[in-house]
DNA sequence: TTATATTATGTGAACGAACACATCGGCAAA
DNA sequence: TTTGCCGATGTGTTCGTTCACATAATATAA
């Protein structure tokens, strides 16, 4: 990485020209086995880095990628998500790549379906999905896998896709991990207690039933003998939880610990506080939603597990950026790390990118 | 930032040559107020974002940049490190940026200062300093003030120089997060102990001072009764820890907890896994080193505390790029996360960047 | 042998920004 | 009027790579 040679030098070194290098280079054919032999042999000696600079100015293609994410309000986590994909599309901005975004609504499969054809309208060269709907996903990459258009998975994994690679956390780790936090808060035996978040027509997203299944598995792992109860909340405006919470409470008082697998963690806090609970129930949540800090700095949620949005939003965009413009391929699984914050650390957390 | 507008296209709109356009956007004056007021018009009417690709290969300037971090071994604190520096040399290669490191050895501040003068001596446009060494550092900061070269600073906070930024965790209160932890896994009355790491020589680094202090505050804030005991032992061969440390333990069964506040835990793991004393005593440490994430894995260390080492470096001297390249300015503190690591999570935490 | 494919090789014009240099016009002093 | 000066403006080359195109060399068919 001392000398940054050039195809001129190259082409100067072995005694051809920079044309013939370049067909070299790009395996383009067309040149002899002698000229072939003479700049391997040069090439050999030296390190050539291509000026990728230089690369893509010439190249000067335009790439549009389509980001398929939830619809959101801010402070969100899908908000914090849309705040990576800016930092990429100013980093990328000067290599071509223009980013467009479809939104679908996360409660609602069949608002994903309808973007589906509308992408294929669209044309593009590359598309980043958020994984919520299992088969529509599948049914989206056959299609793109069809066109040739190159794709990254980010949320929850999905297998028997050809996605050029995925970005998010292990979903059932981080349900295990969310168990292990709350039980060592708690004694063996309690019981605790899973919200559900159930919007009408919703159907558990990949994500949060990995969650719960790892979660149960770190309870019966270690043989825990508590119950682990289930209430199903309402969405905002969706129905009266405090009377159900109520209820639920006044007949469960043993209920040591409560988790919500989903990012509404600060749904429940509102309740907490009404219904003065807050201090004999231990809560963990997930994702830096602002609404989430509020509860983790007043103690109520005592831990939330993240997962750095930004940086999965902006790491499969680069993925896309490496795939199409620098001819890069990336490992095809990248598990996120799962992050636990504190009232003591969330301040400082800030994902850099 | 839909269509990207060149010189060319400014020109032509405003009716002027590209020369003029380009004497305008670089404030380089020979135009009449005429033509300021064309182009004005068009810039104000467009959003022009220059190609920072065609830029940076027309100025085809070079610069060297000097890192200036401790020598290490591999799976080290600094090798993480220096990780991120290799990434970031590969981003940047194509702007020109090559990146020289220089190393001193992070025991002996007397190696810092003899490579103050060769930093002079080799001329170069930026430089990163791992602030190990306070007083050294502040030399050296007033010399690059002098020589007008940028820098950025890594790992502890220092202030009163003219850094262009710092990236690092804020150590007062990773250590205070560290009190927390261990505090919860032990009675609020029982004794713990502090390990220090003393070389010969060795004057507590900025870090790890500040790193106790921000401990004790946790303790004194939750008004702990029990002592906090201070054991000093030997880096490697240097000595006997293993007779110091039986000696200790003999004395003080009633000390539940421990804690080392630099990178070392695992040292202590050896000695603990000889004494059988692993399951009696809670132990937190900092930095994911290879060595720290066995003991944490098998239960010994059950905290480490981490910030991002290779972000730090890939941040930093991202930094020096926008600063030198773009003529961009950052915030000058950025406080990094201040990850927690437990055996359930450590897997994941590779820190992309 | 000449004409015609076929392949190998070199040349030169982009890409967008930066900057050195040439040129033009106006003005003042000679 | 001519000369010199200076500010304003335009032109053209450069950066390293890519790629279309022109040319050269060779093989194949008539």
């Not at 978040?197 to 309870?219: H, L, P």
């Not at 807050?278 to 949620?301: E, H, M, R, T, W």
Request: hydrophobic share 40%; net charge positive; aromatic share 12%.
């Amino acid at each position: 990485m001392n000398k940054a040679y050039r195809i001129k030098d190259i082409a100067k070194l072995s005694g051809v020209s920079t044309g013939t290098v370049d067909r070299i280079l790009h395996k383009r054919g067309r040149v002899s086995s002698e000229a072939q032999a003479k700049v391997e042999k040069v090439l050999k000696h030296i390190n050539y880095q291509p000026n990728l600079i230089a690369r893509s100015l010439a190249l000067k293609k335009n790439y549009k990628i389509i980001t398929l994410t939830p619809s959101f309000e801010q402070g969100e986590y899908w908000a914090k998500f849309s705040e990576g994909i800016d930092k990429a599309q100013q980093e990328l901005f000067s290599y071509n790549i223009i980013i467009e975004r479809f939104c679908f609504n996360q409660y609602d499969r069949n608002s994903f379906d309808l973007l589906i054809s509308r992408i294929e309208q669209a044309g593009c060269q590359g598309v980043v999905i958020a994984t919520l709907f299992r088969e529509s996903v599948l049914n989206l990459t056959t299609l793109l896998d069809r066109l040739q258009i190159p794709y990254v998975l980010v949320d929850a994994y999905i297998e028997n896709t050809h996605c050029i690679t995925y970005y998010g956390t292990h979903s059932y780790d981080s349900g295990y991990i969310a168990g292990r936090l709350l039980m060592e808060q708690i004694d063996k035996n309690d019981d605790v207690v899973v919200f559900r978040f159930i919007r009408k027509g919703d159907q558990c997203s990949t994500q949060v039933a990995k969650r719960e299944e790892g979660f149960r598995a770190y309870f019966s792992e270690r043989a825990c003998q508590g119950t682990i109860q289930v209430v199903q909340i309402y969405g905002e405006k969706e129905g009266d939880n405090k009377e159900l919470l109520t209820a639920f409470f006044n007949k469960n008082r043993q209920v040591k610990a409560g988790i919500i697998f989903n990012s509404r963690a600060c749904l429940l806090g509102e309740y907490f506080e009404e219904l003065n609970i807050a201090n004999s129930l231990k809560l963990i949540g997930y994702d830096v939603l602002d609404a989430n800090i509020k509860y983790l700095k007043s103690g109520l949620i005592t831990h939330l597990i993240a997962q750095r949005p930004e940086v999965q939003a902006m790491n499969s965009l680069k993925a896309l950026f490496r795939y199409l413009v620098l001819d890069m391929k990336d490992e095809p699984v990248n598990y996120m790390p799962i992050d636990v914050l504190i009232k003591e650390n969330i301040t400082y957390y800030n994902n850099y990118i």
